[in-house]
């Protein structure tokens, strides 16, 4: 047995030894992969939209609702399409943005800011919204990717049940994939309505997460990407 089959069988140990509410509260999260399964795409976008209203339906009916009611009896359906075709879009790869990249030909080298894009996610452990700002820097290494890309990207991985965390990574992770250099830098700052709108009920709170990659891991950068986020 290997090192890693230990530790993950320690740490499966552990999450057990805490119940459903412990860690959805606690936001704690299982790695860098939305987790999925094998045969996650074996249904079409379509199949998948009748199976959802058939079962979104039948929560509504258990909760008591009546669905012949004209403005309950399509809710159904339009939570099938809005989890598939928007909110949970980003599940699917073939909805990954296309990205062209570029030879920096103006030799720009210094670091690039795309600041405020702002997204909505939601939370894996209570499928309410995540609301939030993503700031995405980076050194050129030689290649630029357009700017709307840079947005697209942010988006594609938030339209995802997510952990604000493994949010900030895979978007950090797919960049430095992207622009073929470590020298990337993600802040997001947002809120998360499962902690105001219910549980602890905090509406003041924010959640900061950062990824520094490459040259960005260094005090003087850190700074410098601060002053211009905050200016
Ligand atoms: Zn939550």
Known sequence: MSTNTLNLKTRDLSLNDLSITDIGDDHLFTGLETPMKADAFKLSDEE???????????????????????????TPKRVAKM???????????????????????????????EK????????????????????????????????????????????RPQVQERLTNQIAEDLKAILETEDVAVIIDAKHLCVSSRGIKDDTSATVTTYYGGQFNTPEKISELHNYINN
Do not use: W
């Open 83 to 113: 989890y598939i075709d928007e909110i949970f879009s980003g599940l699917n790869p073939v909805n990954k943005p296309k990205v062209a990249l570029f030879d920096n030909k103006y030799q720009y080298n210094q670091m690039l800011v």
């Open 48 to 74: 998948k939209k009748e199976r959802i209203a058939i079962l979104f339906e039948e929560i509504m009916d258990v909760m008591g609702l009546d669905l012949t009611d004209d403005s309950l009896k399509g």
């Open 116 to 159: 405020n894009i702002t997204f909505y996610s939601n939370c894996e452990h209570h499928f309410v919204p995540i609301i939030g700002k993503a700031h995405v820097s980076y050194i050129s290494s030689g290649k630029v990717i357009g700017l709307s890309k840079l947005n697209r990207i942010v988006q594609y991985y938030a339209k």
